[in-house]
Every structure is written in C-alpha cells, then in structure tokens.
C-alpha cells in the first residue's frame, strides 16, 4: 500500500510467449523483483547498471539511504547442469534492460529472458529459454542485498527455512511460490562453500537481519497525509510499531526486516503517535524520560542512536545538548518536537502536571551552541524548524517583517553556490529539515508567498521524469512536493 513508510512495488500479471518465440515458459507467482550483481555499489533497489545479475528477487525497498535492504528470495533461472550453485550463478547483461511501469524485462548471455510484469496485488516471472536438455530454477532463500559501506547498517543472513512439496512443481521458504520444474535438489552453505547438495526434500538454516522506513524523513510530511488518505491502512501501521515497543521496550524511529535501525534525532515516532492522537486514535502511556542503553555505534558512541532520546541526560540537566552529544543542533530542535508532541498527548488525557512540564520544555531549544553539528542540513535550516512555536520563532527574528526578511534571504537565488542542484539558495528542498519552511509565510499572513515558494520549488526540481528526483525519494517522502 503507498501509504506504508517503506514503498514495496508489487510485481504480477499474466506473461505471453513473444511472436514467433519457440522456447520453454515457466509461471512462477511471487511479491517482488530486482537483480543482484556482482560489483561493488550499493544496490538500493536491486538494480545496477553494471555487473553480473546473480538472481531476481520479488522483495525490495527503493528510494532509501543508509544501507540496502530486502532483495529477499531469490530466485535465477538456469541453464544445464551446477555443480556448485553457491558461486556459478551469475551472468553477464545480453543488452540493456527494458523497464517501464509494471514491466521489466532482462536479457542474459545465456540466452534467458526474464520477464516481470506487474499489476496491483499479485506477481509473475516468466523465463523464455533456449532449447536444452537441462535447466533449472535456483532458489535461494538467503538472498539478501549487501552494502559496501561499512556503517553498521547492512543486513546479513541469520536463519531461513525451506522445503519442495509435491512431485517438485512448488516450493516453500520464507515466501511461497509455484514453479514447474520438474526435477529438484536443496541445497545449503556458508560463503561459496556447499554444506550439502542433493536430493533432500526440505533444509534450514541459522544465519537475516535486516519495515516502516525512517520516520525522521516521513514525519514531516508524508505519514500526517497518510492519515488522512487511507486512514485505516495508516493506523494498522501505528499499531504495529506500538506492537514493537510492546515487545522490544522502544519505539523505533527506523525498522527493517524486524531490525531497529537507526535515530537520526529525536525519537521521531513519538511525533507521529501524537500526530494521530489528536486525529482520534488512542494514546500509547509509556515513560518518555528512560535513556536508552548505548549501542556503540562506530559512527556515534557517545550514546544510543538505536532507539530513543539519547542525548536525554544533557536536555534534562541543562535544557540545551552539548557538544559531548553529536548531531546537538538536530538533537536540541527534534527534543523539542519531541516534547510538545508528549505535551499534546498529556493535555488530552488531563495530565495537567506533565503537560505543564514537557510544554516548557518544548519552548526551551533557544539554548544550544548553534555551531555543533547538524544533521543532514546548516543551521539556516535548523532555526527555521520550530513548527510548534512560530510564534516565539517570528519575534527571535524581530517581528513579522524581520521574518519574511529572513525567510526571504533563504530562498534567495545564487547566494550559496554550494547548493547549485537546487539553485543555489541557502534552501535545500531534497533536505528534509527544509521541508516545512516555505510554508511559514502563512503565519505572518503571506500566504501568497507560502504558494509562490513551495510550488516554486516542486515545479522546479521534482516531476515524474527520469530526472524527476535529485537523489534517494526517501520512501516517498521527496514526493509529496509534488503532492
């Protein structure tokens, strides 16, 4: 559904033998598509340019930073007889592929075509092969999309099962999938070496980790529309990450393949349950001022960045974050948001007491050293990003006429050449921070203004082109300027 946080195209329809094609088709039903290659890139979606394709998978995330993920179940259509399916697998391109919306079509230098067309609900691969003796449809389960990057944010395999029913014509692993292959072996392995290779009717393994994508991008724009579209699907996913915490004691900001990723912010999730309990929903009571326990993670140790607030002990003691706490700025102003949200959701059960505190809170973010670092944006963002308090944000910049001064600075053509993709403004619509200030002009009764610069700045550098998106779509949350 294309309101989930993570964007999964699914993949179906019926396929045709093309004209005059006299070779093998098999059906197989399925989820999702991609392929895997050989070189090394980060494949976000699967899919790279160069390379040899090992597999094509139907499970998939597309648009996304941090690491790869998904790419699960692979399955690769095969020519003659594989001694050793765990490393002559892959094959080099015959052409350029062909891709269009609910369509996909690769050429191997096998001979093998692949074909994935696409409707709403269900999936299809469908493989045109030469005339052979022999052939055959690997499937492997613990297909997973690797990163390169080496942040800690990759996925790796770590568990799986697997078995083939019938007289061979199906299979059962971590999806399910019917196939007409009419003879079949399992097999298993660590790396390019074979544990085993035969005949064997079922295996599993022990080795994955790795979906609601990361709500620092989505919480700003896409999830509060959501809520209001298909609000039905919107709130079966709060119920599932209400479910988590349930189960795991923390909200995550970032989920993937049953895997918390990381906090970028603030706890950014508590933003969105308060979003849609003043949209009706019941409230989730928990206490918001537990520090998570530190993760060490390589690229921050200071403190957790897995889940929760964890630059918590310096926003309580101080009402500021220090530079001991990396990322202060953004940790400072998302606290803030942070606890207004808290302050919405007490207000509403008639905690007086609370409300009162984290209200206070809330206003407090003037206090930081705003030459710490910052997350993914400079500070002329960041002291835009006060969306609970325009009020006090309007009179820091010496009233109405100061703020649209300021505002217009911002947007300003050819003040900082660094920011050339989006016009060299000091306003950068593909940073989520941004997202909301040009819509602040309403507040000192311009709303003229508010429409000249975000329709501005959707026409200018978002459409449904090749080119439509400078970057990662951010699960979705790129497009809604365009919304």
């Known amino acids: ?24 088709k098999d059906y197989v039903n399925t989820v999702q598509a991609k392929t895997l290659q050989t070189i090394k890139a980060d494949a976000y979606s699967g899919y790279l340019p160069q390379g040899q394709v090992w597999g094509f998978s139907m499970m998939h995330e597309s648009g996304t930073g941090g690491a790869p993920k998904y790419g699960v179940v692979s399955q690769m259509r095969v020519v003659g007889e594989r001694e050793n399916p765990l490393v002559d697998l892959g094959q080099n391109r015959s052409g350029n592929a062909t891709a269009a919306v609910s369509y996909y079509r690769s050429s191997l230098v096998s001979r093998v075509d692949v074909e994935l067309p696409a409707t709403e609900h269900a999936g299809f691969y469908q493989y045109l092969i030469p005339p052979t003796n022999s052939s055959s449809i690997v499937i492997d389960v613990s297909h997973f999309l690797p990163s390169s990057k080496g942040l800690g944010c990759g996925q790796g395999y770590a568990g799986g099962q697997f078995s083939i029913t019938g007289n061979g014509s199906s299979y059962q692993g971590f999806g ?4 007409t292959s009419p003879s079949s072996r399992t097999f298993t392995g660590n ?6 290779y035969d005949d064997s009717r079922s295996t599993n393994g022990t080795y ?12 700003r724009c896409g999830t509060a529309l959501m809520h209001i579209l298909p609000p039905v699907a919107h709130e079966e996913q709060i119920y599932s990450i209400i479910d988590i915490w349930r189960h795991e004691g923390w909200l995550p900001d970032a989920r993937f393949s049953e895997y918390t990723g990381r906090t970028q912010g603030g706890s950014n999730a508590d933003n969105v349950l308060a ?3 003043v949209k009706g929903m019941p ?11 530190n993760n060490f993670d390589p690229v921050a140790n200071e403190s957790s960045t897995r889940e929760g607030r964890g630059a918590l002990p310096d926003w309580k003691q101080y009402g500021y974050i220090t530079p001991y706490f990396s990322r202060a700025v953004t940790r400072v102003v998302e606290y803030s948001v942070n606890d207004f949200s808290l302050y919405q959701v007490a207000r509403g059960l008639n905690l007086t007491d609370d409300a009162s505190r984290y209200l206070k809170h809330a206003t407090q973010c003037g ?5 710490d670092p910052y997350y993914e944006d400079m500070p002329w963002s960041y002291s835009f990003h006060a969306p609970h308090d325009i009020s006090h944000l309007i009179n820091l910049s010496g009233g109405p006429e100061g703020f649209i001064l300021r505002l217009g ?15 060299s403004t000091l306003f950068n619509s593909g940073n989520e921070p941004a997202f909301n200030t040009p819509y602040l002009c309403k507040f000192v009764g311009r709303q003229d203004l508010s429409v000249k610069c975000s329709r501005s700045a959707a026409l200018a550098f978002y459409n449904a082109g090749g080119s439509g998106i400078s970057g990662n779509n951010d699960a979705g949350a790129m497009q809604t300027w365009i919304l």
């Open 409 to 423: 600075t911002f947007i300003t053509l050819g003040l900082y050449p660094p920011n050339a993709t989006y016009g």
């Open 176 to 179: 399910v999938t019917n196939n």
């Open 275 to 277: 979003d849609a309990y």
């Open 367 to 371: 206090g930081c050293y705003w030459s």
């Open 191 to 196: 790396g390019s070496t074979p544990y085993s």
């Open 208 to 219: 994955r980790h790795g979906g609601v994508f990361t709500f620092w991008d989505q919480f």
């Open 1 to 24: 559904m294309a309101n989930l946080a993570i964007l999964l195209t699914s993949l179906a329809a019926t396929a045709t033998a093309l004209p005059g094609d006299s070779r093998h």
């Open 283 to 293: 409230a989730m009571k928990t206490d918001a001022e537990v520090v998570p326990p």
